[in-house]
């Protein structure tokens, strides 16, 4: 990916190397999964919110230079303006891909996605829950 060098909020901008988007795309998909309550505590050494794998694999000003200018929207897919997630769209189907290929349910399997309420931290989207009455079971299926 060429970038034009420039300085900013984290210092002087370096090209970015495809191993280092594959790091940020990891640490995204971690954050989503390791709860903080701000970004900058991922990279915390206060023992509180220590948690040493993210400030280890890479420096918090070099994520953000990164993450801050990750663009993915093209100008087809913004015609696509009823789609949330259109500037995103084509990475969620490769990620959705990767994982259907690589993901092999063991023989407990089974959480009724329309049982969980749902509100994303991160991303600004609703989701349509249906006004019934609220289950809160889990029904487990054997295969």
Known sequence: IKTQTQSGRYGDFQNIVPPE?????????LMGIVKMPVLPFF????EIFDYSYIRNVMRRDRFLQIYGSL???DAISALEANDNLYKIRKLCNMYKEVFKNNYCPGRELSVD?????????RFRLRVSIPREKKRRDRNVSYM
């Open 21 to 29: 988007i594959r790091l940020t795309d990891s640490i995204t998909i």
């Open 43 to 46: 990279w915390s050494t206060d």
């Open 71 to 73: 663009h993915f929207s």
């Open 113 to 121: 996605e329309s049982l969980e309420l749902w509100k994303s931290e």
